[in-house]
């Protein structure tokens, strides 16, 4: 019973977030700023699915004499994520759609429009 697999979809999901957080930061187009959102919120559902799971263990359910069980609290926050996830990005995109509307362009570095 060793983790050894899980290595691989820690780095995978760490890089999700990397690359989410850092086209967040540094895009000015809305429509990339929602969409490395959703890329952010992917790799973190991937990290809490591997957090849960347990080499050898077996679904909950099954009646036997299993001495490992996977937990399915982490796998019931993921799908209770995604659904929030995409009411979320939904949401999202009205605004932009308003923002576009109200601006003409979907681009946040329009002068005189975001002022830091």
Not at 10 to 31: D, E, R
Not at 73 to 92: D, E, F, H, K, R
Request: glycine fraction near 8%; charged fraction near 15%.
């Amino acid at each position: 019973m060793t983790y050894e697999l899980l290595v691989p979809i820690f780095i995978m999901s760490s890089a999700l977030i990397a690359i989410g957080l850092y086209a967040v930061m540094s895009k000015k187009n809305i429509l990339k700023i929602i969409l490395a959102a959703d890329i952010v919120e992917t790799g973190v559902n991937i990290l809490i699915v591997a957090m849960g799971y347990l080499p050898g263990g077996t679904a909950p359910i099954e009646n036997g004499n299993y001495p490992l069980y996977v937990d399915p609290v982490p796998q019931a926050l993921v799908l209770t994520a995604i659904v929030i996830g995409v009411s979320v990005t939904a949401l999202a995109l009205a605004v932009a759609m308003g923002y576009y509307r109200k601006t003409g362009t979907i681009e946040l570095d329009k002068e005189g429009v975001m002022k830091w």
